[in-house]
C-alpha cells in the first residue's frame, strides 16, 4: 500500500466551485501531508493505535479540515474553506 490523499466524500463536494490557485496551494500541503504521515507511521498498514482527530489547516488565506488514516495510508480532506473574495 502506498500513502495518498483524498477528497472525502468527493472532489465535487469538496472544493466544487472553489478558485484554482487555492486548489493548487491545498493540493500542495496535501501532498506535504502525506510525507509528514509517510515518514510518521512507517508501518501504516500495521497500524494498530487509534486514529488521529480531525485537524484544521490554514492554506492561501483559507483553511481545510483532514484526519490521518494510518491504516488506510490515507490523508482524507474532507472540508474546505476558501478565501474571501
Given at each position: 500500500m502506498t500513502w495518498s490523499w483524498e477528497y472525502l466524500p468527493?472532489?465535487?463536494r469538496v472544493i466544487g466551485g472553489a478558485p484554482a490557485d487555492f486548489v493548487a496551494a491545498?493540493?500542495?500541503r496535501a501532498a506535504e501531508l502525506v510525507?509528514?504521515?509517510?515518514?510518521l507511521y512507517l508501518d501504516g498498514a500495521g497500524y494498530e493505535?487509534?486514529?488521529?482527530?480531525?485537524?484544521?489547516?490554514?492554506v492561501a488565506?483559507?483553511?481545510m479540515?483532514?484526519?490521518?488514516?494510518?491504516?488506510?495510508e490515507l490523508?482524507?480532506?474532507?472540508?474546505?474553506?476558501p478565501p474571501i473574495a
Open positions: 468527493s472532489e465535487e491545498l493540493e500542495h510525507r509528514a504521515a509517510e515518514a493505535g487509534s486514529g488521529e482527530p480531525m485537524r484544521h489547516l490554514d488565506g483559507g483553511f479540515t483532514y484526519y490521518v488514516v494510518p491504516r488506510l490523508v482524507a480532506i474532507c472540508q474546505v474553506t
